[in-house]
T-cell receptor, first 113, second 115 residues
Framework: GESVGLHLPTLSVQEGDNSIINCAYSNSASDYFIWYKQESGKGPQFIIDIRSNMDKRQGQRVTVLLNKTVKHLSLQIAATQPGDSAVYFCAERRDTGRRALTFGSGTRLQVQP | DADVTQTPRNRITKTGKRIMLECSQTKGHDRMYWYRQDPGLGLRLIYYSFDVKDINKGEISDGYSVSRQAQAKFSLSLESAIPNQTALYFC??????????????FGPGTRLTVL
């Protein structure tokens, strides 16, 4: 069946290091893959998305990589800062049918000073 | 002011009670959504609405109902609350078609406890 999941529930990194958050998906029919950030006590916030026909997309301090061969998605955060501490969710969406997001279970990123 | 607001922010109720959670957005979006979040799990879609006349069930709609009173308002009801509906509930809105559907704007959440 369809699933969007994550390899690790918690990732701890040192401030200033680069962070890599991974996500595995099983639905090869997805048209978009999206990353959201949820800070404690807040609703999720959109970070970046990537269309399924792309391999890489860059934003401000973030890069999303998509490997369709192994159905793997990653979010790279450069020079991780304390404000990056949050739970990160990957999500997927198709352009047909329901067109709603399906979220994974999340990875908690802890930034150590 | 917040673009997506939810009321109440916290609610404790008893089994069998009817509960309504309300959501308003000032972004002028057509699309609105209700999600449920449980500890250790991602967000699961309860209902979504692509415009005032279009309401759709999500993954976990049993035990819930919704009403889209206007473009800006989307409410979620639990007709007869049960303890396993204890969760954090989020409302969201998004722009129309294409890539806009990827960027949903979430409210601050409503923490519901059913005793």
């Amino acid at each position: 069946g369809e699933s969007v999941g994550l390899h690790l529930p918690t990732l701890s990194v040192q401030e200033g290091d680069n962070s890599i958050i991974n996500c595995a998906y099983s639905n090869s029919a997805s048209d978009y893959f999206i990353w959201y950030k949820q800070e404690s006590g807040k609703g999720p916030q959109f970070i970046i998305d990537i269309r399924s026909n792309m391999d890489k997309r860059q934003g401000q301090r973030v890069t999303v990589l998509l490997n369709k061969t192994v159905k793997h998605l990653s979010l790279q955060i450069a020079a991780t800062q304390p404000g990056d501490s949050a739970v990160y969710f990957c999500a997927e969406r198709r352009d047909t049918g329901r067109r709603a997001l399906t979220f994974g279970s999340g990875t908690r990123l802890q930034v150590q000073p | 002011d917040a673009d997506v607001t939810q009321t109440p922010r916290n609610r404790i109720t008893k089994t069998g009670k009817r509960i309504m959670l309300e959501c308003s957005q000032t972004k002028g979006h057509d699309r609105m959504y209700w999600y449920r979040q449980d500890p250790g799990l991602g967000l699961r879609l309860i209902y979504y609405s692509f415009d005032v006349k279009d309401i759709n069930k999500g993954e976990i709609s049993d035990g819930y109902s919704v009403s889209r009173q206007a473009q800006a308002k989307f409410s979620l009801s639990l007709e007869s609350a049960i303890p396993n509906q204890t969760a954090l509930y989020f409302c969201a809105s998004s722009p129309g078609d294409g890539r806009g559907l990827n960027e949903q704007f979430f409210g601050p959440g409503t923490r519901l406890t059913v005793l």
